[in-house]
Nanobody
Framework: QVQLVESGGGLVQAGGSLRLSCAAS????????MGWFRQAPGMEREFVAA????????AYADSVKGRFSISRDNAKKTVYLQMNSLKPEDTAVYYC?????????????????WGQGTQVTVSS
């Protein structure tokens, strides 16, 4: 099992930027893929971005492509989500998740451990 702690959320105006971090502890971080998901009130949890164990394969939801960037630092056991050109519809709780295989996952059921989430609010 791995413990995940997100940070970096907050309130930002439309067009602004935020950088989320997810610090991992427990299992060997470099062995597994990581993902970011988000959940708005009354909505299902949705895929945002994923990165494989080496950080060379990336995937993004169409809604964030070109605006968000996922990266990881295996030495620091941390995965990041850089969010630029934020829109009010990006408002949600953002969760990072770990998948105990090396390749990408696109749905919540493919992930094994989750952080507690961090709130991102984008005002218009």
């Amino acid at each position: 099992q791995v413990q995940l702690v997100e940070s970096g959320g907050g309130l930002v105006q439309a067009g602004g930027s935020l950088r989320l971090s997810c610090a991992a502890s427990g299992r060997t971080f470099s062995n597994y893929a990581m993902g970011w998901f988000r959940q708005a009130p009354g909505m299902e949890r949705e895929f945002v971005a994923a990165i494989n164990w080496r950080g060379v394969r990336l995937a993004y939801a169409d809604s964030v492509k070109g605006r968000f960037s996922i990266s990881r630092d295996n030495a620091k056991k941390t995965v990041y989500l850089q969010m630029n050109s934020l829109k009010p519809e990006d408002t949600a709780v953002y969760y990072c998740a770990a998948r105990y295989v090396s390749d990408l996952g696109y749905v919540p059921d493919e992930y094994d451990d989750w952080g507690q989430g961090t709130q991102v609010t984008v005002s218009s």
